[in-house]
């Protein structure tokens, strides 16, 4: 034994017992070392996680997005629990899913689902998840019996963004973007629809904000809304207002909706005579395949628009999905457009045309939310999710119930299994064939 070995076993020899005492504390030493490099991994994850900014994330295929609300029931006064929106947000988290769109901050749900993320990364330190926070945002006297008053702004509206700058500083780590408003400026939404100087007025604030470092340097302010309202449609939403909005913005959201204009402009739904030599399943595919590049041309309308007015900022797209039933405008006795095939259909070419173009997609939505349309339990509205209020995946997430991503998940109990017991010939007798129509825009060369 040397002088080293002396001083760090002691000076008397151990004799046949030496060589077993050294490797225990070899072991010993070993163990906390490794755990040391463990907790400094752990932190540096965290760090990297905290580090990361809506530019990071935002057109990241590696980061999907998705519209999130953990509803359970047909009424919003049964908000989920911070329990159960932990087990969707691992449920989401399985098949990549890494950022949230909220839409309102005056309910709990918004808060529930940042402590969900928070202790989520409490308990895991490589779960990573952020969230795109909405404040809500509508006219003088929206829902309350009285005739709204679209040129003047709910006094609520306030409070609800300063709420929102709470959050996103409480949470600088998760909240990466906050948008401003939901559908607040389309003129459809007759309800509660604002003029573009309300957006603008917020949004402005919260830049303020940021330039006082009284808000998150690299959080991203936008408003999400019809393509229409940033300018991709009628003129009447081409006003002075939206282009001091553009200019106002970190980046531009916008929503685009094929379904719902299978009624309302089906210029490029239903199927070509020459496509009658296809197979039924060919044919719809064909007709899905119209329905992306009807959504790509409103994102280009926009696009366009923007560097006419002299921007150029990244578009996003805020909202976009596909319902699997109707019994109303898009059901059998609609435009047949309803079903989880053509669900399915629309989720993949949606996601591998935004991942390809570096476009962030926040796909409406994750879960069925029955409350919305309460009344109608069989209108499209309540199922635009990709999973069922059960916790069922529908059809586009088949693959990844076979490939195991759910194994030991479940929602309120339930495990994470198919729709229609994954009986595909069950599921194909309840898909309907679009309408047959002369010409279509846009058209697609058919093989």
């Known amino acids: 034994m040397n002088r080293e070995e002396k001083l760090f076993y002691g000076r008397k020899p151990l004799g046949k017992n030496t060589f077993v005492l050294k490797f225990i504390i070899s072991m010993v030493m070993f163990g906390f070392i490794a755990n040391l490099f463990s907790c400094k991994s ?7 996680q905290a580090d990361k900014t809506a530019a990071d994330i935002l057109g990241n295929p590696n980061y999907l997005a998705i519209a999130y609300g953990g509803y359970r029931t047909n009424t919003r006064r049964a908000q989920p629990t911070v329990a159960q929106i932990k087990e969707d947000l691992k449920i989401l988290s399985a098949v990549g899913i890494k950022i949230l769109r909220t839409y309102n901050v005056h309910m709990p749900h918004a808060v529930n689902v940042l402590k969900a993320i928070s202790e989520l990364k409490e308990e895991d330190a490589d779960f990573e998840m952020y969230v795109m926070l909405g404040a809500w945002i509508d006219c003088k006297n929206a829902w309350t019996g009285f005739e709204p008053i679209h040129e003047e702004e709910s006094e609520r509206n306030a409070t609800e963004i300063e709420r929102a700058v709470q959050l996103a500083n409480e949470y600088a780590d998760i909240v990466k ?10 003129k459809w939404a007759t309800a509660y629809y604002v003029l573009p100087k309300v957006i603008l007025k917020w949004v402005n604030h919260i830049q303020t904000l940021k330039s006082q470092g009284k808000f998150p340097k690299d959080t991203w302010v936008t408003s999400s809304d019809n393509f229409a309202s940033w300018g991709g449609g009628e003129d009447v939403y081409k006003v002075e207002d939206l282009t001091k909005l553009y200019h106002a913005v970190d980046y531009v959201s916008i929503h685009t909706y094929p379904m719902h204009d299978t009624h309302y402009n089906p210029v490029f739904w239903g199927n070509m005579p020459s496509e009658m030599n296809l197979t039924a399943q060919e044919r ?24 006419a007015i002299g921007v150029n900022k990244p578009i996003h797209i805020g909202e976009t999905g596909w319902a699997t039933f109707s019994k109303g405008l898009y059901g059998a006795n609609g435009s047949k457009a309803c079903d989880e095939y053509k ?9 591998d045309w935004t991942n390809k173009e570096g476009i962030s997609c926040f796909y409406f939505e994750a879960f069925d939310e029955i409350w919305k349309d309460a009344e109608n339990p069989r209108g499209s509205e309540n199922h635009f999710g990709l999973f069922t209020v059960e916790g069922k995946a529908k059809f586009a997430l088949w693959k990844e119930v076979d490939k195991g991503a759910f194994s030991g998940l479940s929602r309120d ?13 069950s599921l194909l007798l309840e898909v309907m064939m679009p309408p047959q129509k002369d010409s ?8």
């Open 42 to 48: 752990e932190q540096s994850d965290r760090l990297l």
């Open 177 to 186: 973007v906050v948008a401003v408003g939901n559908e607040a400026m389309v």
């Open 284 to 307: 719809i595919d064909w007709a899905m395949r119209r329905s992306l590049e009807y959504a790509k041309s409103q994102y280009k309308a926009v696009e366009s628009y923007m560097h």
């Open 343 to 351: 669900q399915a259909k629309y989720y993949e070419f949606m996601r």
């Open 413 to 425: 109990g339930q495990v994470i299994d198919k729709t229609y017991n994954g009986q595909l010939d």
């Open 440 to 447: 279509l825009t846009p058209k697609l060369s058919t093989p």
